[in-house]
């Protein structure tokens, strides 16, 4: 079985600024891969980056990265120079590799930019 | 344009109905799947089919029933059985890995 825990209900970021939105995860798969996904109030899902357990290095895409600690299972998303268009929820996601294609999601954090 | 559709939009169902919502892919993945969004809450998965003609249940079946008659389709029943239908369903479907792609969604509200 997987959990992921969001602890942050919601976050406040100034624009421009840089955010970090709090993921932690328990499995017992050797193997798994961690997503965060965005979901803007208009409902879809839009992927933002991914982390597998046995990349070396952490993930990066554009202003997202991902503090991967595997020791602690966390995987924190940070968006750096926050932008308007940022507000919205995030969700933590995270599937084994023994449960083909079942991603199971955290509570998901609001993330608030202010001008 | 590749992607993945949802309708309707917006649902609304009497106590009683079987309602079925459509999820269409042309992505040409193998694998789909159908979530429900409660109100501030996380995704919770339904059902998935990782091949035509082949389904498995999610955490949260009870009520719910599906068929994956062709590649790109994906329907979900929501029956009279479901207790509580009134969410937001989400349809996804991947390549064979476990990265999702998602449709727009459809807001069922039970009247």
Same mark, same amino acid.
């Given at each position: 079985a997987q959990k992921i825990t969001q602890t942050q209900p919601g976050m406040f970021v100034q624009e421009k600024e840089a955010v970090t939105l709090d993921c932690t995860y328990d499995t017992s798969d050797p193997s798994y891969g961690l997503f965060w996904y965005k979901q803007p109030s208009s409902g879809e899902m839009i992927f933002l980056i991914y982390q597998g357990s046995y990349d070396q290095q952490n993930a990066t895409e554009g202003r997202y990265s991902l503090n991967f600690q595997k020791a602690r299972k966390s995987a924190n998303l940070v968006i750096s120079a926050s932008q308007l268009g940022d507000s919205a929820m995030y969700f933590c996601a995270i599937a084994g #590799?023994?449960?083909? #294609?079942k991603l199971t999601f955290g509570q998901g954090t609001i993330l608030t930019v202010h001008p | 344009d590749g992607g993945i559709t949802q309708s309707p939009k917006y649902l609304f169902r009497k106590e009683g109905q079987n309602v079925t919502l459509s999820c269409e892919q042309n992505l040409n993945h193998d694998a789909m799947y159908w979530y429900r969004q409660d109100p501030g809450q996380g995704l919770r998965l339904i059902y998935y089919s990782q091949i035509v003609n082949d389904f498995q249940k999610g955490d949260i079946a009870e009520g719910y029933s599906v068929s994956r008659e062709k590649k790109e389709s994906f329907p979900l029943t929501v029956t009279s059985a479901q207790k509580n239908p009134t969410a937001f369903y989400l349809c996804a479907s991947s390549i064979g890995g476990h990265l999702q792609f998602f449709g727009p969604g459809t807001r069922l509200t039970v009247l």
């Open positions: #590799g023994t449960s083909y #294609g | -």
